[in-house]
């Protein structure tokens, strides 16, 4: 089986940045086989015509709950505490496994409508093998590149992973599955003196896993998890700091200094809480970094979203970091180009997979994305390419993606997706929660209390202005 691309503007993201105008990329089986201008295709070949449009590699989301996709916009309006509150205290223990399955497999098709083609699926409502089953099944039945990193909020990571079940899972449906399911270690270290994670680290080191943690989080996670781990020797380069937002330079000394690398959720960070998003300081220690997106509890799962906020923030950092020196900032660090870099290769090499996806060179894994739109005003002109993918691109404009040679979306629908069974799984799990909590409970966890605003005195009045005639008096 083979697709050709055809004249459109080619982002490789190869070591050289190459971009090319009017190339082709041509697709043999599940291998990018060439990319130029003039290819001949073989025969029996798929055709897309690129002309207008931007071919990029697949984006990489290297932190979401996808379980939690079954709850889409549900806390809009949260703060970190309130998350905590609902999923991890009072509400998260009523997911079934078929409510894993309903929300990894909503999360699954988002992915890679959006052109995500890999995901790291971090699952932490794993709270039975059933669970962890039933988030397989899921993503086995969407056609995207997936990593599952196994969690459990609801028991200690000391625990769950000494469970002889949790190997025998390991054994049966994650080892030797290749590149289009990898398997991760999801759990976050309190920072308790007795350092109680030793033990999942231990398993992890075991099993071959890398793992990922949610780390620098206000309020949860800080610089005692990160000093932990370094001094019982459990920082790797495999390791992914994810926020890696409220922490010393000693922090980030250690990570830079053990080659791991951070995920950075930005719309997270800003909306929900765990710091300031990190990019302005990691870039300052040279820590490798990666985007994600998290939950769609609050955000959605595209990585426009994650380049866009992520430039914003930084320059915005940036900008008020000078100003409070009194100082202008004429030229911005932070680039276009580096987000892309970040949603790519970035992503790439977080997971391992580097050497197979993350850019569009012969011989990879074909995992590509045709950003174009002939309806929109908004994909002309294309001058500055990078700029236009942060900037400019949404998930609509997604017209085409191929996952491992696979076309998964053509002229901008997924292609053989059932969206009607996963409408109807996503209902049967919000009747549940519904019917579980409860009508009021539901709705109050939905809309959190406002807290009062006092708003600030104003010495100037409005005397030129007479109310009653609603005219200014002179
Ligand atoms: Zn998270």
Sequence with gaps: MSVLFRNGLVLTMDNNHTVLRDADVLVVDDKIAEIGTGLTAPEGTTEIDATGGIIMPGMIDTHRHMWQTAMRGYGADWTLTQYFVWYYLESGKRFRP????????????????????????????LQTVDHAEAAVDALEAVPGRFVLAYGNIQQGPWDWSAAPEFHDFVSRRLHGKGDMLGFQMAFDVTGDPAFPEKAAFEVARELGAPVTTHAGVWGATNDDGIRLMHENGFMTPQNIYVHAATLTRDSYNRIAATGGSVSVSTESEQSAGQGYPPTWQLRHHDIPVSLSMDTSVWWSGDLFSAMRTTLGADRSREHLEAHGRQETVTHCHLRAEQVVEWATMGGARALGLDSLVGSLEPGKKADVVLIKNDRSPVMFPVLNVYGHVAFQAQRADVDTVVVNGRIVKRDGALVDADLATARAKITETIDHLVGDMGEEAWLAGMNPDVPETKVTDNPYQYTDYDAGSAQWKH
């Excluded at 909503?106 to 890999?118: N, R």
Aim: net charge negative; charged share 15%.
């Design 98 to 125: 078929q409510d894993i399955y309903a929300g990894n497999l909503l999360g699954a098709l988002e992915a890679i409508d959006a052109g995500v083609t890999t995901t790291v699926d971090w699952s932490h409502g």
